[in-house]
C-alpha cells in the first residue's frame, strides 16, 4: 500500500505540542522515524523572488513544486509543495506539502511508467487537523493519462534541440552516479516553470534506463540551487541560477534561455544516438529496457549506473535486431561485449547472447566464403573464449569457423600457426578441437606444418620430452597421428647426433617412452602408445649401434648401454664383448676376439675405458688391453702396461705387481720373464728408493708368491747404495777382519799396559784419554737409541697391553762407510711367571743411507695378564716392531743431520 503525509504550519502536529511547522497527518503503516529522516528535509517552498517582493497573494500565480526520489531503505517519494497565501492564522502566508511513499515491491510499476510520477495527480492543498491526524492509505496513485503520447515536436515545441536532448540525457546518466548534480534554467514564466519542467522530465526519462531511472531524483522548482541528498536534476528561477553560477559551474547547468549549455560528449555515444532515434518508438525503448535489465541483471551498482555499459548494449540490441553492418564496423568489440555481459545476465538474456553469437559466427563464415577475409587473431580469441560458455550448438559452429578459417589460412603465411598459438591458451576446446581436426584432410595438413614448426624450435631432449607430454595432455590422437611420430623419430635422430653422450641419452630416451606407454588410458590405447615407443626406441637403437663412437665411451655408458637386438656384425660384437667385460670382470670368450682383425681396436677401448679405474678390481679386464693371442699361445706388452699402470700411482702398481705374482697371473704367458724384467725396469726407472720406505718394503714383502720375493731381495739389493750392496755381498770377509782388526787393537793396548809396567817413567794420558773419549760416546750413542725406541713405544695406543707383556729387543746399528760406531742394545721389561712363548720377530739387514742395522724381537704373556687370544698377542708384536723400527730410523736420521758419525 501506498502511504501518505501532509506537512505544514500549524497549532499542533504529530511530532509537536505548540505552533510550527509539522506533519499534522500521516497514513498508519507511515514509519514516524522515516518522516523525520526521509520527509521532513523535502517538505519546503520557497516563494520566487518577483512574486514575494511585489507581495502576491494569489496561490495560482506561484508554482508548484513537484518531487520525486529515491531513499536508501528503497521506498520511492513522490511529492508537490505549494505556495499557500495564509496559515491558520489568517496573518501569515505558508505552504503546504503532499507526499506519497510507494513501497519498493511497488516502485518498478511507477519508473517504468513514468507518466505515473511525472504527472501524479490527487494532491491535497490543505487539511482541517481537526478531521484527526491519520488519513488513509492509497493502492495507486491518480495521474494524467493524456501525457503517454511521444513526440519530438514537443520538445522542439520547448526548446530542446537533438544536441542539448542528447547532453540533458548524458548529464542525467552522470548524475545518477552521484558526480554531479544537474540545474535547468528553462527561462519561462515562474508561474510555467512546472509545467514546463514536467515536459522535459517526461522526455528526459523516457529516455533513461530503468535502473538509471531508480536512482534519479527531480524537483521541478527551486529558487536556488542548492545540493540536496537524492535530489539530481533541479529547474531553478532564472534568477537564482544566473547569481549563483560561481557556485555551481563545477555541477551541470542548463541556462537554456541564455543558450549557455554544459560541454558534455554527446558525439560517440550509441545509446545516446538510439534514445533519440527511437524517441517517437516507446515500444522499441522498452524493449531495450527489458534487454537492459536481463544483461545487467548480476552486474554492480556503478556498472548499471555507466554510460559505456548503455552504449555496449545498445550495440548488441542493435545487432539482435538484424544491424550486422554495425557489427562489421567493429566486429572485435562486440564480441567482446557478449562475453563481457553474458555471466552476468540473467537465463534470458544469456539466452538471448547465445542467439546472438550464433548469428555472428554465421556472418563470419558467410564473409570468409564470399571474400578473402580472415578472422583477426582478436576475434579467434574471443571465439576460444566463447566456447567456455559451454552452449553446445554455439560452440558447434565455432568449431566449423575454426575449421573454415584454418582451411583458408594455408594461402596466408604463419597465419595458421598463429591461430594455433592462440586455441592452445584454452585447454577446455583445444583437444577437442584438435580431435576433430585431424580428421579432416582439408584442416590437418594445417595442423602438421604447425607442428612441424614447433619440432624446429626443440633443441634438446628436455624440450622433446615436454613436447611430448603437452601434445599427450591435449589430445592422444596427436600422439598417435602419422607425422607427429615422424618428427619425433627424426628428432631423436638429431638430437642423439649432436649428443656429447649418445649412451646417456639414448637411455633417457628409452625412459621416457617406456614411461609414456604407463601413462595411456584404455588398453587399446596403451598398446597403440607401445607400438609408437617401440618404434621410436628402436630407431634410436639402430642409429646408436651405427653411429656410436666406441672410443668416447665411459664406464658407465657401457653399463648402460642397451642393445636389444643380435646383430652377427664386428661392431655389435666389439660392443657385446666390452659390455660383458666391464660388467662381469671377464668374458665368455676370453680371448678369442684378440685374434680377429679388430681385436687391437678392443684393447684400444679397453685401455681409454680403464685409464681412470685403475683399481684392483679392474685388473683382470685392464691387461687384456695389452695382450696378444699367438694360435693357442698369449703374450703381454708388459713394458705399455707398467707404463699404463704407473699413470694411476705408485700405490696402484705395487698392488698390480702383488696380484700379478700371488695370483700367478703371467704364469702360463710365453714372455713371463719380460715381466719380472718389466717389473725389474719400472723401478729401476721410476722408483728407486720404493724399498727405503717402510710401507712400501712392508708391503711388497708381504707377498705369498716366494720367487717374487727371492726376486725383491735381489732387486732391494741392485737399488741400494754402493757401499751397503758391497758390505752386504762381502759382508763375512768385512766381519771377519774387523774381529782380527779387534783383537789386534786388543793385544796393542795390552802390550802397552804390560810396558808401562815394566818401563816405569813419566805418565801420559793420550791413548787412554782417546779410548775413554771413545767409550763414552758410544755409550751416549746408546742411550740415544734406546730413548728413540723407548719413545716410539711409549706412544703407541697399545702401550697398556705390552705393559702386561714381557718382551725383549735386540739391535744393532753400524756405519758401513767408515766401519765405525758399532751400537749394541738390549732392551727389555722386567717381568716374571711367563706363561708359554709367544711370537718372535727378526729383521736382519736394514740399510738407512750409510747405515747397516738389525733387530729382533721376542714377546710373551704375563701370568694374570689380559691377553685374549694369540692374534693379540701377534698384534702386540706388530706394534712393537713398527715401534722399534721407526726408533731406530728417527735415531739415524738424526745422526746423519749432525754428521757426528
Excluded at 699367438?630 to 707404463?643: A, P, R, T
Excluded at 736394514?846 to 692374534?871: H, L
Aim: hydrophobic letters at 35%; charged letters at 25%; one cysteine or more.
Amino acid at each position: 500500500m501506498i502511504e501518505q503525509q501532509y506537512y505544514t504550519r500549524e497549532r499542533r502536529g504529530i511530532f509537536r505540542s505548540s505552533e510550527g511547522y509539522d506533519t499534522i497527518a500521516k497514513s498508519r503503516g507511515l514509519n514516524e522515524n522515516f518522516i523525520k529522516k526521509n520527509l521532513h528535509p523535502f517538505c519546503f517552498y520557497d516563494p520566487p523572488r518577483k512574486l514575494e517582493a511585489s507581495g502576491e497573494k494569489d496561490p495560482l500565480k506561484y508554482p508548484e513544486s513537484f518531487i520525486c526520489f529515491h531513499v536508501d531503505t528503497g521506498e520511492m517519494v513522490v511529492g508537490r509543495s505549494v505556495y499557500v497565501g495564509a496559515d491558520f492564522t489568517g496573518l501569515r502566508s505558508t505552504f503546504f506539502t503532499h507526499n506519497f511513499v510507494i513501497p519498493e515491491a511497488e516502485k518498478g510499476e511507477y519508473i517504468k511508467n513514468i507518466e505515473k510520477t511525472v504527472y501524479a495527480g490527487g494532491f491535497s492543498d490543505s487539511y482541517n487537523i481537526e478531521m484527526g491526524m491519520e488519513i488513509p492509505q492509497l493502492s495507486v496513485i491518480k495521474y494524467d493519462r493524456n501525457e503517454r503520447n511521444y513526440n519530438t515536436g514537443q520538445l522542439e515545441d520547448i526548446g530542446i534541440t537533438e544536441g542539448v536532448y542528447k547532453k540533458l540525457l548524458h548529464a542525467s546518466i552522470m548524475s545518477s552516479m552521484g558526480k554531479k548534480k544537474v540545474y535547468i534554467n528553462p527561462g519561462v514564466d515562474i508561474g510555467d516553470i512546472s509545467g514546463y519542467a514536467k515536459r522535459l522530465l517526461k522526455y528526459i526519462f523516457a529516455g533513461l534506463p530503468y535502473y538509471v531511472r531508480g536512482n534519479i531524483g527531480y524537483i521541478t522548482y527551486v529558487k536556488e540551487p542548492e545540493s540536496r541528498k537524492y535530489i539530481n536534476i533541479m529547474f531553478v528561477e532564472e534568477e537564482g541560477l544566473r547569481q549563483n553560477y560561481s557556485k555551481i559551474e563545477r555541477e551541470y547547468a542548463f541556462d537554456l534561455v541564455n543558450d549557455r549549455i554544459p560541454d558534455i560528449d554527446a558525439v560517440d555515444h550509441p545509446y545516446l544516438d538510439f534514445a533519440w532515434d527511437n524517441i517517437n518508438n516507446e515500444r522499441n525503448l522498452e524493449s531495450f529496457y527489458e534487454f537492459a535489465l536481463s544483461m545487467l541483471y548480476n552486474a554492480g551498482h556503478e556498472e548499471k549506473l555507466y554510460m559505456g555499459t548503455y552504449d555496449d548494449l545498445c550495440i548488441l540490441y542493435c545487432i539482435k535486431e538484424g544491424n550486422f553492418n554495425l557489427y562489421r564496423s567493429d566486429r572485435e568489440h562486440a564480441q567482446d561485449i557478449i562475453l563481457k555481459y553474458y555471466n552476468c545476465s540473467d537465463e534470458r538474456g544469456k539466452a538471448l547472447l547465445s542467439n546472438l553469437y550464433i548469428k555472428i559466427v554465421d556472418r563470419e563464415i558467410e564473409d570468409m566464403e564470399s571474400s578473402t577475409y580472415l578472422p583477426s587473431y582478436r576475434t579467434v580469441e574471443n571465439l576460444a573464449s566463447y566456447f567456455n560458455v559451454g552452449v553446445q550448438t554455439v560452440n558447434s559452429r565455432i568449431f566449423y569457423l575454426l575449421g573454415t578459417v584454418l582451411s583458408k589460412s594455408r594461402a596466408v603465411k604463419d597465419y595458421g600457426a598463429g591461430i594455433f598459438k592462440i586455441l592452445s591458451q584454452n585447454a577446455l576446446m583445444y583437444g577437442q578441437f584438435i580431435n576433430l581436426i585431424l580428421r579432416s584432410n582439408s584442416v590437418k595438413p594445417v595442423f602438421e606444418i604447425y607442428i612441424e614448426d614447433r619440432f624446429s624450435d626443440i633443441q634438446n631432449l628436455k624440450g622433446l620430452f615436454n613436447e611430448i607430454q603437452y601434445w599427450e595432455t591435449i589430445s592422444n590422437d596427436v600422439i598417435l597421428n602419422r607425422r607427429f611420430k615422424e618428427l619425433v623419430t627424426h628428432k631423436v635422430t638429431e638430437l642423439l647426433a649432436k649428443s656429447k653422450n649418445m649412451v646417456s641419452e639414448n637411455k633417457k630416451i628409452e625412459d621416457f617412452m617406456t614411461g609414456l606407454t604407463k601413462s595411456a588410458g584404455n588398453n587399446l590405447q596403451q598398446e597403440k602408445y607401445r607400438e609408437f615407443a617401440v618404434s621410436i626406441i628402436d630407431n634410436c637403437e639402430d642409429f646408436l649401434y651405427e653411429n656410436l663412437d666406441l672410443y668416447s665411451l665411459s664406464l658407465e655408458d657401457i653399463k648402460s648401454l642397451r642393445l636389444k637386438y643380435r646383430r652377427s656384425q664386428p661392431r655389435y660384437e666389439m660392443i657385446e664383448y666390452i659390455q660383458e667385460l666391464v660388467l662381469k670382470g671377464q668374458s665368455s670368450d676370453r680371448y678369442g676376439i684378440f685374434r680377429l682383425e679388430y681385436g687391437n681396436q678392443v684393447k684400444s677401448i679397453i685401455r681409454k675405458l680403464y685409464k681412470d679405474k685403475i683399481e684392483y678390481s679392474n685388473y683382470p679386464a685392464i691387461i687384456l688391453g695389452f695382450i696378444t693371442v699367438l694360435g693357442n699361445s698369449i703374450k703381454y706388452d708388459f713394458e705399455s702396461l707398467i707404463n699404463y699402470l704407473h699413470s694411476g700411482g705408485s700405490d696402484k702398481i705395487y698392488e698390480f705387481f702383488l696380484w700379478s705374482f700371488d695370483e700367478n697371473v703371467f704364469s702360463h704367458v710365453i714372455n713371463f720373464d719380460e715381466y719380472t724384467e718389466s717389473v725389474r725396469n719400472y723401478f729401476i726407472t721410476h722408483d728407486k728408493n720404493a724399498f727405503k720406505k717402510k710401507d712400501v718394503k712392508i708391503l711388497l714383502y708381504s707377498t705369498r708368491n716366494k720367487e717374487f720375493s727371492k726376486f725383491l731381495k735381489e732387486l732391494e739389493l741392485e737399488l741400494a747404495n754402493p757401499a751397503v750392496r758391497f758390505f752386504t755381498i762381502h759382508k763375512r770377509q768385512i766381519m771377519r777382519s774387523m774381529f782380527t782388526f779387534l783383537l789386534l787393537g786388543a793385544v796393542a793396548v795390552g802390550t802397552y799396559k804390560l810396558i808401562g809396567v815394566l818401563l816405569p817413567g813419566e805418565k801420559t794420558d793420550g791413548p787412554l784419554r782417546v779410548k775413554d773419549a771413545y767409550k763414552a760416546n758410544i755409550a751416549y750413542k746408546r742411550a740415544m737409541l734406546e730413548d728413540s725406541i723407548k719413545k716410539e713405544i711409549d706412544s703407541l695406543q697399545s702401550k697398556a697391553a705390552l705393559d702386561s707383556c714381557m718382551y725383549t729387543i735386540k739391535c744393532g746399528v753400524i756405519n758401513i762407510q767408515n766401519m765405525r760406531g758399532l751400537i749394541i742394545l738390549s732392551i727389555a721389561n722386567t717381568g716374571s711367571n711367563i706363561i708359554g712363548e709367544g711370537p718372535s720377530i727378526t729383521d736382519g739387514e736394514n740399510y738407512r743411507d750409510i747405515y747397516n742395522f738389525s733387530y729382533s724381537i721376542s714377546i710373551a704373556e704375563k701370568d694374570g695378564a689380559s691377553i685374549q687370544s694369540p692374534n693379540d698377542l701377534d698384534s702386540l708384536a706388530a706394534d712393537l716392531n713398527n715401534a722399534v723400527y721407526a726408533g731406530i730410523t728417527k735415531f739415524i736420521d738424526s745422526e746423519i743431520t749432525e754428521k757426528e758419525f
